[in-house]
């Protein structure tokens, strides 16, 4: 069984940078997405940015474009540690984020429904 869990969040001021990371367990090597999504207090969780494990293909949404990062431990093989590395962080970037696993590839990488595991979250702040 997978298991996720986020860290690195924390409160920050406008212009600063935070890099999350999602230690997985549980996972075997093969043709999947990780992602990690956000989702602020009374919205619907927002896609973030999503790579392809087997290629390292990556996706961003829009608003995460030039600013923000994802990436992954170098070691084929070895599933353990996807990163998120956030830049010029605005106050409309504050919502808890998670990362997700979608079990199996698929090329609908920003609907939450695809993910089957899901970390417990890291809350960040963003103050202007």
């Known amino acids: 069984q997978v298991q996720l869990v986020e860290s690195g969040g924390g409160s920050v001021q406008a212009g600063d940078s935070l890099r999350l990371s999602c230690a997985v367990s549980g996972r075997i090597w093969g043709d999947y997405n990780m992602a990690w999504f956000r989702q602020a207090p009374g919205k619907e969780r927002e896609f973030v940015a999503a790579?392809?494990?087997?290629?390292?293909?990556?996706?961003?949404?829009t608003f995460a474009k030039g600013r923000f990062t994802i990436s992954r431990n170098n070691t084929k093989n070895t599933v353990n540690t996807v990163y998120l590395q956030m830049n010029s962080l605005i106050p409309e970037d504050t919502a808890v984020y998670y990362c997700?696993?979608?079990?199996?590839?698929?090329?609908?990488?920003?609907?939450?429904?695809?993910?089957?595991?899901w970390g417990q979250g890291t809350q960040v702040t963003v103050s202007s």
């Open positions: 790579m392809r494990w087997t290629d390292g293909s990556t996706y961003y949404a």
């Open positions: 997700g696993d979608s079990h199996i590839w698929t090329s609908d990488y920003s609907y939450p429904p695809h993910y089957g595991a």
